[in-house]
């Protein structure tokens, strides 16, 4: 479990809370003195996160701390807990970290050609706790991502998905047909679906694959 030695309902006036370079709680209202206390606690719980997800994606280092979030403005990490009292009286547990920002990438579209997309939207780092995956939280984590930012899954591109996002991704949004890059970044069949002039071009590949199917 991640638990920690404060009362997390401090920290979490909901479940899910969204946190920016300042280390503070996207609405956060406070004195310094609160400000600093909070955004210690908070580094705390985003180092240990990353950690554990970094364990659980067999990753050398964690590709998520406080130190790398204070450092950037185009990221944010979003944090859920459960704030239940356990039988042992502590208040609450962290189960959950995305983090998501925005990269300008070199990608390629459905007919193979290189593209310059600014500002894409990324997934870059994503964690159940080991004791609740597979309970349906990591859809709860994501969905409010998704409304909070105003995303929709198949815009977005993955950063190095694992087995179990891949399989994540297929199961709740149906992405599974991938568009084949260079880079470690993964884009799904629809990507560039919206952009005028490249309709024609979206059709044309699915006109390919069909053919290549049905061979
Ligand atoms: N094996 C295969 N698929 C899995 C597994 C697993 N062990 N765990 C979750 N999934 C996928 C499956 O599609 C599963 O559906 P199923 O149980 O019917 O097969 C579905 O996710 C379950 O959905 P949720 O319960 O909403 O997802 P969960 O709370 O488990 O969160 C997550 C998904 C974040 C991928 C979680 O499993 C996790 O933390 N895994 C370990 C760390 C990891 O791999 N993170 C992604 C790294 S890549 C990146 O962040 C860019």
């Known amino acids: 479990m991640a638990t920690f030695q404060y009362d997390l309902r401090q920290l979490f006036p909901q479940p899910i809370i969204k946190i920016t370079s300042t280390l503070l709680p996207h609405k956060f209202r406070g004195d310094h003195r609160q400000a600093a206390d909070i955004a210690a606690k908070i580094s705390k719980i ?18 998520t701390t406080a130190q790398k979030l204070r450092m950037s403005d185009n990221h ?4 859920m807990a459960d704030l239940a009292k356990d039988g042992d009286g502590r208040r609450g547990e962290v189960t959950g970290l995305l983090k998501i920002g925005f990269k300008d990438l070199y990608l390629f579209d459905e007919l193979g050609q290189a593209r310059k997309v600014d500002k ?3 997934i870059l780092d994503f964690y159940i706790h080991d004791s ?3 309970t ?6 994501f969905q409010t991502m998704l409304s909070e930012e105003k995303w929709v899954p198949v815009k977005c591109s993955v950063d190095r998905p694992s087995e179990k996002l891949l399989s994540f991704l297929k199961k709740h949004y149906g992405l599974e047909r991938c568009i084949p890059q ?4 993964v884009l799904y069949d629809g990507f560039f679906e919206h952009e005028k002039g490249n309709e024609k071009a979206s059709e ?3 006109s390919r694959r069909m053919l ?4």
């Not at 944010?76 to 944090?79: D, F, G, R, S």
């Open 136 to 141: 349906g939280l990591g859809k709860v984590l």
């Open 132 to 134: 609740r995956q597979r």
């Open 76 to 79: 944010v990490v979003y944090l």
């Open 46 to 63: 985003i180092d240990r996160m990353g950690e554990l997800s970094a364990i659980a994606q067999k990753l050398n280092k964690p590709v």
């Open 212 to 215: 290549l199917a049905n061979r």
């Open 120 to 122: 894409t939207p990324c």
């Open 182 to 185: 260079a880079n470690h970044f």
């Open 204 to 206: 044309l590949a699915r």
